[in-house]
């Protein structure tokens, strides 16, 4: 095999606590974390005389896909030369994990292209070296999150859909976090695990939904927005700056982007992952 072709799709955090700034820099979280199906990148991996990534965003040595190679070089001591081809459809600083799906997508690739054969642990490892959401993205499905947010614990996945908006303002995660710095910190409590609808609604929550609607007050605009047009709750979609709205199923989903005007939204449930597209590895063509 010379070539393989990967969906790396979004996910939500259903659940997110953050703590305060710790020694090392880092704020430690606990977060309740699912893929999506929906918009989804397609990461194309193929052998090659020397290393390149080509994305419409973050070309090249910006992208987290070659911190991702640079770490799996690292891991395995020789150099995998591979290029990477990214179609985006995640968009781009929306919370939904775009860039850390793509890193993951593209370490399932070459693992698979090159015979590596790396556990999914291991693979987590690496993961773990490039960014805090990226071991998710290895294996998806439903997670719970904690340290940084890699490590992993599996988790029970709720029936839920959403509608998800994304308003014009774009945050940077390090702005937002910047701005729970100077907040009061949340109340600090473990929840059990996350009910389906119409209970999930009461049960989310984004410690991060306070900075960044500092930040970007239009983001309280899409809130508002969802839930009148019939949706559960409005849930910020990690950082930012897309806003979810929680359904029961997807024809509710449905229509409470019908029931939207002059904004982009789409629906989105859980994605449950099988060998064929991926379970550790991905899927190839």
């Known amino acids: 095999?010379?070539?393989?072709?990967?969906?790396?799709?979004?996910?939500?955090?259903?659940?997110?606590?953050?703590?305060?700034?710790?020694?090392?820099?880092?704020?430690?979280?606990?977060?309740?974390?699912?893929?999506?199906?929906?918009?989804?990148?397609?990461?194309?991996?193929?052998?090659?005389?020397?290393?390149?990534?080509?994305?419409?965003e973050a070309p090249g040595r910006d992208n987290l896909c070659w911190a991702a190679l640079d770490a799996l070089e690292r891991r395995v001591g020789r150099e995998l030369p591979a290029a990477v081809e990214i179609?985006?459809?995640?968009?781009?600083?929306?919370?939904?994990?775009?860039?850390?799906?793509?890193?993951?997508?593209?370490?399932?690739?070459?693992?698979?292209?090159?015979?590596?054969?790396?556990?999914?642990?291991?693979?987590?490892?690496?993961?773990?070296?490039?960014?805090?959401?990226?071991?998710?993205?290895?294996?998806g499905g439903a997670r719970w999150a904690t340290g940084r947010g890699e490590r992993l614990a599996p988790a029970h996945a709720p029936r839920f859909a959403v509608a998800i908006v994304r308003p014009d303002a774009r945050l940077s995660t390090p702005a937002v976090y910047r701005a729970f710095d100077r907040m009061a910190p949340p109340a600090d409590h473990t929840p059990g695990d996350a009910p389906d609808m119409p209970a999930l609604a009461a049960w989310a929550r984004n410690d991060l939904w306070p900075p960044a609607l500092a930040l970007s007050p239009g983001l309280g605009a899409a809130a508002r927005a969802l839930t009148g047009a019939g949706a559960r709750a409005a849930l910020l979609c990690g950082s930012g700056s897309c806003v979810a709205g929680l359904a029961d199923d997807v024809a509710h989903a449905e229509r409470i982007v019908a029931g939207l005007e002059g904004v982009k939204a789409w629906v989105a449930r859980p994605h449950v992952r099988t060998e064929e597209d991926g379970g550790v590895l991905g899927s190839g063509a």
């Open 1 to 56: 095999m010379d070539d393989l072709t990967v969906r790396a799709r979004p996910k939500i955090n259903l659940r997110l606590a953050v703590a305060p700034v710790g020694d090392d820099g880092y704020h430690p979280v606990r977060s309740l974390m699912v893929e999506l199906d929906g918009p989804v990148d397609t990461v194309r991996v193929r052998r090659a005389s020397s290393r390149s990534v080509a994305s419409p």
């Open 87 to 139: 179609e985006k459809g995640i968009p781009s600083q929306a919370g939904l994990g775009g860039g850390s799906a793509d890193a993951a997508a593209a370490l399932r690739a070459v693992d698979r292209l090159f015979g590596l054969g790396l556990a999914g642990e291991e693979l987590e490892s690496v993961a773990a070296e490039v960014g805090s959401d990226v071991p998710f993205f290895v294996r």
